[in-house]
């Protein structure tokens, strides 16, 4: 059975309230989703407290999810509300300048080797917020453009601009930490 | 999951310390906790509250006509006049002026809409517009005699709007960037504008869909099903929410369970936002903030809504008692005063002999100053205690704020003096 298959089992049984399919999906996407909020919350020790609402949430809406093969995108969007809440409350949410809409072609994109996923995540930190957020999504789940744009809330057009963008500042941010 | 992507999944997941493999043992008990206290929670709720909700939201479409039907009453008794937006209308700068009053005021409207301070939950009434991309609404604002409908199509983050009695005039705002493009198709000029300072702001869409996913986690709401009313001969489900000092009135079409109005109405405001529509194959081409050809760029600088702040927000509070007013301050300083200050912003900029260069100046920075109120960065509440007060009057406190970070209140006094002042010695 595909996985993706069985994660819209995963998620029906959820929706069952089945208590065994929380646990999994939790055991599933914990790892996953504390990476993404750490990238976005860039560490003030809130991380366990925000992990927390999200799943408070996912309990209590899971059973509005209609398409269960959306579940990635619904559950980062969760993610990404729980920590942009805590930045309004915070009042510390600070807009980044955000390079204009480009048109890219997907072949002069730098690829990552897996080998050097330790450098690539030093160096994801020194990107800016709204990049290190689009390749969190597409290094951690293989998201699709239009998916990490239903997350994020932007086109598609600005997420293949971001991560075009992006993957550039990391290759030459490696380049340089490993000179 | 290609092997290179795995590999790499997992090479990220450790260099932050986090084991790929699973959750720690802490984690899962932690998890396990909160799991069975709601699985609990949700069992013991579901003979009252739970059941209440799905009597509310469930399946509100499938119901069967309920209570009389009502002709819909567009009309607004909250008293808001419009004539604001027809006074600053009248020079290529004041056209800007307005723009930004536009923008500034639908702003304060918007983001007053409940959600961090009420307690709602709309459940599957609005779950359908949570994947919308785009929209389409019109706002009313005022009493239907003289209401103003400012239009917007929303697609992203950016908006086209259109306003009822600022004829020929587009304006297309990006919320990413930040600029607003105001375009004169009269006059074929393009003026652009950078909004500085203005932080996160969603449109009303993507607000809407914060507020539903804020709502849903909600544990108290009080809602009240009115059945199927009457608009324009077409019947609506009717839903009124309660929460705090907000109440938000639903219309949804029975046939497509979206909802087609809200009004919402708080202590300072009432909007009403009408003919909405989701998911518009909307041309891009008209949310572009490139300046169409033939069309002349007014330079219009940018408007920095940091320097506001509080020495903008005196400059507010001086325009409003010295020109509005003609030397006293107002009663109240809510969205409702604001829009409402039109016709006497106009008498006073003839009583102070103001040329419309003046006047527009004047516009511009009491829309500028005024956004301390709502982009507020202090802690808790400000307060406003300017009733009956004089300008010049040295000895009352008329506006008074702890700053962010601060031990200490700013305290403004009716000569638009300022003063640090401890939290045991606030005014009362």
Known sequence: MEFDEQLEKLVHRCQDGEKAAFERLFEIYQPRLRYYVRRLDSGDGHTDDILQDIWLAVFKKIHKLKDTRSLGVWLYRIARNRVYDGFRRKDRFVRMPEEDEIPVSGTDEPVFDAEDAEALHKAMERLKPQHREVLTLCFIEQMPYQSIADVVGCTIGTVRSRIFYAKHYLRKEMEIQSA | ????????????????????????????????????????????????????????????????????????????????????????????????????????????????????????????????????????????????????????????????????????????????????????????????????????????????????????????????????????????????????????????????????????????????????????????????????????????????????????????????????????????????????????????????GFTKEQSAQSAMKFGQGIVFIRFFKGQGQWHYAGKGVELGDSSRPIFWYQPKDSETWRVIYGDLTVEDVAPENLPE
């Open chain 2, 1 to 352: 999951m290609h092997n290179n992507d795995k590999k790499l999944l997992n090479g990220l997941l450790k260099a932050d310390g986090i084991d790929p493999n699973g959750v720690s043992n802490d984690e899962r008990a932690v998890f396990r906790e909160m799991l069975d206290e709601q699985l609990k929670s949700k069992q013991s709720k579901s003979d009252s509250r739970v059941k209440s909700r799905f009597k509310y939201f469930k399946s509100p479409f499938k119901m069967r006509k309920m209570g009389t039907k009502n002709t819909y009453d567009a009309g607004i008794k909250s008293g808001l006049k419009p004539e604001i937006w027809r006074i600053i209308m009248k020079s290529r700068i004041t056209k800007l002026a307005a723009a930004a009053m536009i923008f500034i005021a639908i702003l304060l409207g918007i983001n007053s809409f409940p959600g961090s301070s009420s307690s709602l939950v709309f459940a599957d009434i609005i779950q359908p517009i949570l994947n919308a991309k785009s929209a389409s609404m019109d706002m009313l604002i005022g009493p239907k005699e003289s209401q103003v409908k400012i239009h917007d199509d929303i697609l992203g983050s950016r908006i086209r709007r259109t306003v009822s009695n600022v004829k020929g005039t587009d304006i297309i705002i990006d919320l990413e960037e930040m600029k607003m493009l105001a375009l004169s198709h009269t006059e074929k000029t393009a003026t652009t504008v950078k909004l500085e300072g203005l932080g996160n702001i969603p449109n009303y869409l993507k607000l809407l869909q914060d507020t539903v996913v804020r709502m849903q986690d909600a544990e108290e709401f009080k809602v009240e099903n009115q059945g199927l009313k009457s608009i324009d001969g077409h019947d609506y489900v009717v839903f009124v929410a309660v929460g705090g000092n907000d109440t938000i009135t639903i219309w949804c079409d029975p046939k497509t369970a979206l909802p087609v109005r809200i009004k919402q109405k708080t202590p300072n405001m009432l909007i009403i936002c009408d003919n909405l529509q989701f998911d518009i194959a909307f041309d891009e081409s008209k949310f572009s903030m490139d300046v169409p050809e033939g069309y002349t760029v007014a330079d219009a600088g940018g408007i920095d809504f940091k320097k506001g702040s509080e020495s903008g927000f005196i400059e507010s509070l001086r325009i409003w008692a010295e020109i509005i007013e003609d030397g006293h301050f107002p009663d109240s300083i809510n969205l409702q005063d604001i829009v409402k200050i039109g016709p006497k912003f106009e008498k006073g900029m003839k009583r102070a």
